[in-house]
């Protein structure tokens, strides 16, 4: 290809310093382990991400709480609420992905935005985590644990994949209904 001419529509030839500008623009994303040390609440600073990571996991556990007792349901609860604000959490990550992680042009797509993921995480850390306070059979924590640990390892696949601009997240869809 002739350097004078501009590149066919769609193509996009990244030099080693773009490619690593692309990389260090991912700053900030966290690790596996620091997504579910700040949804347990024992990590904070750096990434807005530990934040709104934390939020969800709280929004996810009142609404489990509420969900299986109402004995334990906060007084001022509402579910429509808590469901936008968890929403709300999902766009202010999405907004965050948009502007700090890379966005490679001929990526497979993902299927979910990062607020998506991380939401779905929180839940299934509240879930995973309200059975492990709650007990049971050895087989019933162990399953919880074991689907811990293999969501854990998927988000950190993700991480990578994304580094390696190997993907491209979606936008979110802002429709006025959450489809869970």
Excluded: K
């Amino acid at each position: 290809m002739n350097r004078t001419e501009p590149p066919p529509l769609g193509h996009h030839d990244r030099s080693g310093a773009e490619r690593l500008d692309a990389v260090g623009a991912g700053e900030g994303l966290l690790e596996a382990r620091h997504l579910f040390l700040a949804f347990a609440g024992h990590v904070d600073g750096g990434s807005p991400l530990i934040e709104w990571a934390r939020e969800l996991s709280d929004l996810h556990a009142t609404l489990l709480t509420a969900s299986v007792s109402e004995e334990r349901r906060p007084r001022a609860f509402d579910d429509a609420v808590t469901r936008r604000q968890v929403q709300c959490l999902i766009g202010r990550i999405d907004e965050w992905s948009i502007l700090h992680l890379p966005r490679p042009v001929a990526a497979r797509r993902h299927t979910h935005s990062l607020g998506e993921v991380i939401s779905h995480l929180a839940r299934t850390y509240a879930h995973a985590h309200a059975t492990l306070r709650r007990g049971g059979s050895a087989e019933h924590l162990h399953d919880a644990a074991l689907h811990l640990a293999r969501i854990q390892e998927g988000y950190a696949d993700l991480v990578a994949e994304i580094r390696a601009l190997r993907i491209e997240l979606p936008a979110t869809f802002r429709g006025q209904h959450t489809w869970w």
